[in-house]
């Protein structure tokens, strides 16, 4: 696996909840990449404030962009589709996620309440949810980054609430995380098989793979990121239509 | 609350049906589960323990996330006169800090303030269980079976339900006649007041995978509220998301659409026909996750399968999620 190239669509996942955050989202964010092209083609933010529902998750939402490009009940695509998003899919997407088929899924921190791949339950693997269908699962990149941008947010809640809550959530914590289990959601194989050997030392200390914490991902604006990448997106279905022969839409 | 001898229904306990109709579903896997979590404790002297039941009454019992219903808050201490006394969950509050924080207000003296002590936030289901836990971990109080209070407080409009069902059987053998693709699953979604009920089918193969009948359901409530606020009409039926929802489906969901509908916080859920591969409810169905009732998540919603032919659905195909 080439961490510096999953890395490098997680930093664009982080900087895309930090876009949510500024407005007035729940800071979690995804994209997802055609892997044969290695092209963006979509990505999702929450939606459920202006949707009404507690469904319009980030991953439904860039499920909705993929459909609209290559056709709503094209499942094909989604088998050359990796998706990035900052926090573990929940159960409901999760199991979204593996009734499409999708190739594989990158994710920063868990979901402890919600987790669909591995916190709570193991949707991406298991047999009643479209056994057919099984995905590659790659938890903790830019996992740091991801816990503190929801930090940020529940601060924030909080200082709007009418009651604010008197503990835990009062004060942002800017150094400390919890350690990162990565037994939760792999064995020391499947790290292994992912990580690779040299990098099994993470593993067994319960480390991140990075120390340190990017804040330039999560304090700098980035209105002018989110315009590129709804370019590059446009710019994919472009490209797709141009050669609709050699990429057959079924 | 109603005695068990005054419930205008028909319930056997020990089978969880009510009516002879509606089969409670849930989580049979965990019922003798203690999930023991850690609380804090402290002493007090006996003569403060009025004060002391008062200060957990006006400052913790509302906020805890765990309900110490089923067991004794007091306990005996180790030296006479003295009580040790749980105060709150660490879920409550999770550092010492915090806690000390908390007890500065406390119009009693203590000493000993720890968290070692671990007690069973599941209330046992059997009076030997609960003597075996008392033992074990902390008194408890036993009254009953937890599950024989939660049978005796449902609320069931048994004409409503019957009505419900009758049409959701008659749209979905209508579905399975005339769409020859899309599985003829439905579901109906009933507003908290009763006043409204939204019909939903499956689309899938016209519309998207991802389209079953309760990810449908889900937006026309939505679709529903939205042209209730541009209407700017009748405030008396404002909703938010499915709070408190009703929802009724010919087929047991899959996992996707059980977890939409604790996302969605309804009510409770009543279906008709099991799926033992692809169902995310019941206990002996696919995975056996038993969404609703599942001790990881929580938030809940109440599952009842209908018992009884009178209201037949199509078949389908037994790997389906619905």
Known sequence: MDLEHHLRYMRMATKLAKYALDHDETPVACIFVHTPTDQVVAYGMNDTNRSLTGIAHAEFMGIAQIQAKFGPLNTEIFRNITLYVTVEPCIMCASALKQLGIQKVVFGCGNERFGGNGSILRIHQDSSTAPENSHISVPGLLRKEAIMLLRYFYVRENERSPKPRAKANRKLDLETFPPMDWSIYLSKDGFTSLFGESLLEYYDKKLDLSEKLDWDLIDKNQDLFFQDLQNKCEQFSLQAAKKPKSQPVS | ?????????????????????????????????????????????????????????????????????????????????????????????????????????????????????????????????????????????????????????????????????????????????????????????????????????????????????????????????????????????????????????????????????????IKRCIFLQPMRNTGALESQSGDKYCMHNNHALNSKYEVFRWLGSEYPVPEVNSDICC
Request: contains cysteine; charged residues 25%.
């Open chain 2, 1 to 265: 609350m109603v005695k068990k001898k005054q419930n205008p229904y028909h319930i056997n306990y020990k089978e969880g049906i009510v009516e002879n109709c509606l089969l409670q579903i849930r989580n049979t896997g965990c019922c003798d589960d203690p999930r023991v979590k850690n609380v804090w404790t402290v002493d007090i002297r006996a003569r403060d323990s009025q004060q002391f039941i008062e200060f957990i009454r006006l400052n913790i019992q509302s906020n805890d996330p765990v309900s110490f219903q089923h067991i004794k808050r007091i306990k005996k201490g180790e030296e006479s006169g003295v009580l040790t006394v749980i105060v709150c969950s660490k879920l409550l509050i999770e550092e010492q800090d915090d806690f000390l924080l908390l007890m500065k207000d406390a119009p009693f003296e203590y000493y000993n303030a720890n968290d070692h002590s671990a007690v069973p936030t599941a209330a046992p289901s059997t009076k030997e269980l609960s003597l075996k836990w008392s033992a074990l971990y902390w008194p408890l109080v036993w009254r009953g079976n937890p599950n024989d209070q939660i049978m005796n407080d449902y609320v069931f409009d048994m004409a409503f339900i019957r009505n419900t069902l009758t049409t959701l059987s008659k749209v979905s053998l209508d579905q399975a006649e005339k769409n020859a693709s899309d599985p003829p699953v439905v579901s109906a979604f009933v507003s908290p007041n009763g006043r409204r009920v939204i019909y939903s089918t499956d689309s899938r193969c016209s519309t998207s995978p991802l389209d079953h009948s309760i990810m449908q359901g889900i937006r026309s409530v939505a679709a529903s509220e939205h042209e209730r606020q541009a209407k700017n009409c009748d405030q008396a039926e404002e909703t938010y998301l499915c709070l408190n929802f009703d929802v009724y489906t010919t087929h047991e969901p899959c996992s996707m659409c059980s977890m939409a509908l604790i996302h969605s916080r």
